[in-house]
């Protein structure tokens, strides 16, 4: 089946680049001698377990068990059959941070048309252009959280699903 969308390959790939060099500085550190190799292994321990444990979450699924009713048709006998209907437990992916990042870049965005000494403009630099602020990071996984309930509420509908199970004469 692959790992992914191939944009997903590719926001990946961006997020590496930014860690190889900071692996490198903590393996060989600045000047080549100072490096903390136990530190570099318990770093890239840690981005394997990361990793494996978001595969594991992406490719996981809950199967509800769908039974279909048997029909006479004609002289022959049709369905019966026990099935399930694969639900994804991630179904919006990775499309709530990357919408989330986006939408708290446009504060950011707007504040460098403003001048620096205004006083909005220093409490967008302090607060959602710093990734590390308390605002940021509340903004950001609430937004996450949002666009997860609201991506998913677009990309799947229950009544359609229910109606199509129905009209198949399947039933939970």
């Known amino acids: 089946k692959g790992i992914g969308q191939g944009m997903s390959i590719l926001i990946f790939m961006s997020i590496c680049s930014g860690f190889l060099p900071q692996l490198w500085e903590i393996g060989y550190g600045t000047n080549g001698t100072d490096g903390d190799w136990l530190k570099f292994g318990i770093v890239v321990g840690v981005l394997v377990v990361i990793l494996i444990f978001v595969d594991f979450v992406e ?15 004609g002289r022959k006998m049709y369905g019966g059959s026990s099935t399930y209907l694969p639900l994804k437990i991630n179904m919006s ?12 870049a446009i504060p950011t965005l707007i504040a460098q048309f403003g001048k620096s000494d205004q006083s909005w403009v220093k409490w967008i630099n302090a607060n959602l252009a710093n990734t590390t602020s ?9 937004m996450i959280v ?10 799947f509908n229950p009544d359609e699903t229910a109606d199509n199970m129905k009209q198949y004469g399947g039933f939970i």
């Open 134 to 142: 308390v605002w940021y990071i509340a903004l950001y996984a609430l």
């Open 146 to 155: 949002f666009f997860c309930f609201f991506y998913t509420s677009i990309t």
């Open 93 to 104: 992916g990775v499309i709530p941070p990357i919408f989330a990042s986006s939408i708290l």
């Open 59 to 73: 490719l996981c699924q809950r199967r509800v068990p769908v039974q279909y009713t048997r029909r006479m048709i």
